[in-house]
C-alpha cells in the first residue's frame, strides 16, 4: 500500500495514512483551498480520498477525529519545519537523463561518505555538486549520505529524522536532492543513501497519534523502538518497506545504509529485513538494475550477509567494525572503551582474513562471547574504515585520525584500508588528511529533548568537556575547510590516495575476494602483516609495518617482483623508499615505521 500524497499528472492527488484507531480523518487543505475532505477507512485501517484541482506546493494537514491537526507521517516535504504542514511534491515533474546509468557492481564500489551540511560552506546538494568532479578526479565511484529525513531545526547528524520520506528543506529539498544523484551518475558515481529504520526522532515525530507504530516490548538508546513484530507490525512493515522503494524509484538511490540494525528489535519467523531484502531484489529485478542494501551492525553477525537460502537475511554487505578497532588500537594505542578487546597485531590480522576478529570469542567489553564465523562468504560483503562520522564524531573532541596519529601512520592507515581485500569507506575530507573535528551537533527546540541529551553527553564524557552540541559554532567548526587542499602534506596525501585507488581499480590480484586465493600472514616477530593474492597471472603481496620502529624484512615468497606502490616514498612526503627495484626471495626489505609497501609478480 502506498502512502503519503501522490499527485497524478491530471492534478488529482491520492491521499493515503494509515490509523486503525480512529474514527474519523480529513485532509485539511491549507491553501489556495481551505477546505477540508473527508477521507474513507478500508479493513486494513488504511485512510484514503481523491482530491482533484491540486498543484505541486500545496500545503495540508491531517484533523484527527475532528479534534486536532497532524502533519501527514508520509509528508515528502516540510518547508516550515517538523511541527509546519506537510507539502504536496510532484515527484514526476523532475526530468532525469541518468537513464544510461548501470550502477557499481557491490564488489568495486569505493565508498565516499558524506554529511551534506558539513560538506560544504554552504550545506546543500546545491553547492556539493560543485564538488562531484573532486570525488570522480579522487577515483572513489560511489557517495553514502548521511540521512536527509527532514529533521527539527537546521543542523543535525540526521539519526533524528521525524519525516522519513521528506528531503531535509535547508538541504535543498527533493529537486535539490535529485539533481545532485543525477550528476553523481553522469560523473560515474553511485548513490547510497542512510536510512534509519530502528527509532524516529524525539521531536516532531506525532506517529503515535496515528498508529501502533511503536514497540512497548523493548527499549533502545533512542527512545522508543518501531513495532516490527507485534499487534498491527504488517502495516508498519509496509510503511518502511514503502520508504525503501521510494528511495529507489523515485531518487534513482543507488542502495541504502541501514543504520545500526542490532537496534531493530524482530522476532518474527520472517523479519522485516528479509523482507526488505526480499522487495529490493524483486524492485531490481523490474528496473533492470542491481540496487543494494548495506547494513550497520555491532552483533557481528554474518547471517545478516548470508543468502536466504542458506537461512540469512539476505543483505548485500555491512559495516564491519572490528577492522577499524583493530587498526585504531593499533596505531593511537588507545585501549578504553570497546579498543579494550583489540590492539595485538594478531587481532589485525585475523580481520584482514576474516573481516571479524571476534566470531565467536569472548569479549572482555562485552563480558560476552562475541560473534560467529564469516566462513564461506566472500570478502566484498564487508565494509571497512579508518574512519567514519561515528568513530570520529562520538569522540569527545571529535578528532579525526589526522589529528591522533602520525604522517605516516595516517598514511598507513589509508593504504591498510583501500588495499585490504574488502569494500573500502572514506569519510568526507579523510583523503587529504582534514583535521578540522566532527562533532555531534543538533538544532532541536524542545527543552526536554535538549536537556536530555546534554544530560547523555555530560554522562557519556564525565572525565572532560564536551562541547554543546546545540551552539551553531560546533556546526561551524565540523565543516570541511576544502582550502587545506592546497597544503603541502595535504596534496602529497591526496595524490597518495588517488595512486591506491587506481592501483585497487586496475591491478587484478587487488579485486580478488576468494579466501581460497588470499593469505594473511605475521612477520617480523608480529609486527607486520603481509596480505598475499592471487589473480589471473598476477600475484601481489602487500606488507604492513605496525609498529614505530624500523624493521628489515627477508622476502620470504618466491618469484620476482617489482614494487609498485610505498607509503614512505618522497612523492608522498615520505622519507623515501628503501626497497630494491628487483626481489626475489630472500631480498632484504627495509620498511621505515607505519610503513605500507605493495610488491606485485607474476605466476
Known amino acids: 500500500m502506498q502512502v503519503g500524497a501522490w499527485l497524478n499528472k491530471q492534478g488529482k492527488c491520492t491521499f493515503t495514512v494509515w490509523a486503525p484507531f480512529l474514527k474519523r480523518i480529513d485532509v485539511k487543505i491549507l491553501l489556495p483551498h481551505g477546505q477540508r475532505f473527508p477521507m474513507e477507512k478500508d479493513e486494513k485501517g488504511y485512510w484514503s480520498c481523491i482530491i482533484g484541482n491540486i498543484e505541486s506546493g500545496t500545503s495540508y494537514l491531517y484533523l484527527l477525529n475532528e479534534e486536532k491537526t497532524m502533519p501527514d507521517p508520509a509528508s515528502q516535504s516540510q518547508p516550515q519545519g517538523v511541527h509546519g504542514p506537510s507539502e504536496v511534491i510532484d515527484q514526476c515533474e523532475f526530468q532525469w ?17 558524506i554529511h551534506i551540511g558539513c560538506f560544504t560552506p554552504e550545506g546543500t546538494f546545491a553547492s556539493a ?44 529539498g527533493c529537486n535539490g ?10 560523473s560515474g558515481i553511485a548513490v547510497f543513501l542512510d536510512v534509519v529504520y530502528n527509532h524516529f526522532g ?26 516490527f513484530d507485534g499487534e498491527y507490525s504488517n502495516e508498519v512493515r509496509n510503511y518502511f518497506i514503502e520508504n525503501a522503494i521510494y528511495w529507489l524509484r523515485d531518487f534513482h538511490i543507488d542502495g541504502l545504509r541501514l543504520d545500526a540494525i542490532q537496534a531493530i528489535y524482530d522476532f518474527s519467523a520472517r523479519s522485516f529485513l528479509s523482507d526488505l531484502a526480499k522487495h529490493v531484489e524483486s524492485f531490481s529485478r523490474k528496473n533492470g538494475r542491481k540496487r543494494y542494501l548495506v547494513a550497520e551492525s555491532d552483533l557481528n553477525d554474518a547471517r545478516i550477509v548470508r543468502p536466504t537460502s542458506e537461512f540469512g537475511t539476505g543483505l548485500d554487505g555491512q559495516w564491519t567494525d572490528d577492522f577499524h578497532h583493530s587498526l585504531q588500537s593499533l596505531l593511537t594505542k588507545d585501549v578504553t572503551r570497546y579498543y579494550c578487546d583489540f590492539g595485538s597485531i594478531d ?5 584482514f582474513k576474516n573481516g571479524f576478529v571476534y566470531s565467536g570469542q569472548y569479549s572482555q567489553f562485552r563480558k560476552k562471547d562475541h ?16 574512519q567514519n562520522h561515528d568513530q570520529i564524531g562520538n569522540r569527545m573532541l571529535g578528532e579525526r585520525l589526522s589529528s591522533l596519529v602520525s604522517f605516516e601512520a595516517l598514511k598507513l592507515a589509508a593504504s591498510a584500508v583501500i588495499l585490504s581485500p574488502f569494500v573500502p569507506l572514506l569519510f568526507m575530507g579523510e583523503e587529504y588528511a582534514e583535521n578540522t573535528p566532527f562533532l555531534f551537533f543538533a538544532d532541536h527546540s524542545d527543552q526536554t529533548v535538549v536537556n536530555a541529551v546534554r544530560k547523555a553527553k555530560a554522562e557519556e564524557f564525565s572525565s572532560g568537556n564536551p562541547v554543546n552540541p546545540f551552539d551553531r559554532s560546533t556546526f561551524l567548526l565540523s565543516k570541511l575547510d576544502w582550502r587545506k587542499r592546497s597544503g603541502i602534506n595535504n596534496g602529497a596525501i591526496l595524490g597518495m590516495y588517488k595512486k591506491l585507488i587506481l592501483l585497487r581499480k586496475t591491478c587484478p590480484p587487488l579485486s580478488q575476494f576468494d579466501r581460497k586465493r588470499i593469505r594473511v600472514t605475521t612477520f617480523g616477530n608480529g609486527r607486520v602483516v603481509a596480505l598475499d593474492r592471487s589473480k589471473e597471472n598476477w600475484r601481489s603481496v602487500c606488507f604492513f609495518n605496525f ?13 620476482e617482483w617489482k614494487e609498485v606502490f610505498d607509503s614512505a616514498d618522497t612523492q608522498w612526503m615520505g622519507p623515501g623508499s628503501r626497497v630494491p627495484q628487483t626481489i626475489v626471495k630472500g631480498t632484504v626489505l627495509s620498511l621505515h615505521p607505519w610503513n605500507a609497501i605493495m610488491l606485485l609478480g607474476e605466476i
Open 371 to 386: 560473534g560467529n564465523s564469516t566462513a564461506q562468504i566472500p570478502l566484498f560483503r564487508f565494509v571497512v574504515c579508518s
Open 347 to 351: 587481532h589485525m590480522a585475523l580481520s
Open 177 to 186: 536532492f535529485k539533481t545532485f544523484v543525477n550528476l553523481c551518475h553522469k
Open 97 to 113: 537523463d541518468d537513464l544510461d546509468w548501470k550502477g557499481i557492481p557491490i564488489e568495486e564500489t569505493i565508498f565516499y561518505e
Open 547 to 559: 609498529t614505530a620502529e624500523p624493521l628489515d624484512l627477508t622476502m620470504p615468497y618466491t618469484g
Open 129 to 172: 555538486q560543485d564538488f562531484v568532479k573532486h570525488l570522480s578526479n579522487l577515483g572513489v565511484n560511489a557517495v553514502e549520505i548521511m540521512p536527509v529525513a527532514a529533521f527539527p531545526g537546521e543542523r543535525n547528524w540526521g539519526y533524528d529524522g521525524a519525516y522519513p520520506f521528506a528531503v531535509q528543506n535547508s538541504y535543498g
Open 202 to 227: 524525539p521531536e516532531g515525530s506525532y506517529f503515535g497519534e496515528f498508529g501502533p507504530y511503536f514497540s512497548k516490548k523493548y527499549s533502545t538508546l533512542w527512545g522508543s523502538p518501531i513495532n
